[in-house]
């Protein structure tokens, strides 16, 4: 069974770069990684999607090695508002199944 | 553009009652459809995803239903709720296949008494 896993939970400062790896060692052959931003009694809100390399958007970038195994999400320079639980979404390989991660509780101080 | 709906907020409900929980979209046509559980501190779980009306595919075996009756609308049911099925319900939709992005609700916070 494919499993998805991030750390549990990641602490960094104002101003700081964020790297939040997760691993994903049974993916689709062809699916996106994609990654959400979730905050307490909301409903998760998308950040950023790739396949391979390297993409970047307006708020964060997304490092993908060429095997695909792992994902790291970068958040540069992190706020305050940045706080937050970080989860990954990949497809499994074997079951065809849409898999989130176990989810990175990100707590940024001032 | 595209929003997407769900009701109620909140729900406090006996044990052995029933419930029904409502998702819709707007702007998009032929979504895909999905309902997550996501219980207090844990992550999401997939329950049942649709990819057209009366098209639904069940996750986890349990006492809860889905139907689809309409494009855009996806009911969440339960003829008698248990304990364990207190958490935040979130309904999402895609387009396409492979590689599609998935868009939250504001989700429904159950409590089970």
């Known amino acids: 069974l494919a499993k998805t896993t991030q750390p549990i939970s990641m602490d960094s400062y104002e101003g700081q770069e964020v790297n939040i790896t997760c691993s994903h060692n049974n993916i689709a052959t062809n699916d996106y990684i994609t990654w959400y931003q979730q905050f307490p009694s909301q409903g998760p809100r998308f950040i950023i999607q790739g396949y391979k390399t390297k993409v970047t958007n307006e708020v964060a970038s997304l490092f993908i090695p060429a095997d695909r195994k792992s994902s790291t999400l970068s958040l540069p320079r992190v706020s305050l508002s940045d706080t937050a639980v970080y989860y990954c979404?990949?497809?499994?390989?074997?079951?065809?199944?849409?898999?989130f991660g176990t989810g990175t509780r990100l707590q940024v101080f001032p | 553009s595209q929003t997407i709906h769900q009701w109620p907020a909140t729900l406090v409900q006996p044990v052995g009652s029933p419930l029904s929980l409502e998702c819709t979209v707007e702007g998009t046509s032929n979504p895909n459809l999905y309902w997550y559980r996501q219980a207090a501190g844990r992550g999401l779980q997939l329950l049942f995803y649709s990819i057209g009306i009366d098209q639904i595919s069940s996750e986890v075996p349990q006492n809860l239903s889905a139907s689809r009756p309409q494009d855009r609308q996806f009911i969440l049911s339960s003829k008698k709720l248990l304990l364990s099925d207190s958490g935040f319900y979130l309904c999402?939709?895609?387009?396409?296949?492979?590689?599609?992005?998935?868009?939250f609700g504001p989700g429904t916070r159950l409590t089970v008494l």
């Open positions: 979404l990949v497809r499994s390989y074997n079951t065809d199944k849409l898999i």
């Open positions: 999402a939709w895609s387009v396409g296949s492979g590689g599609d992005t998935q868009y």
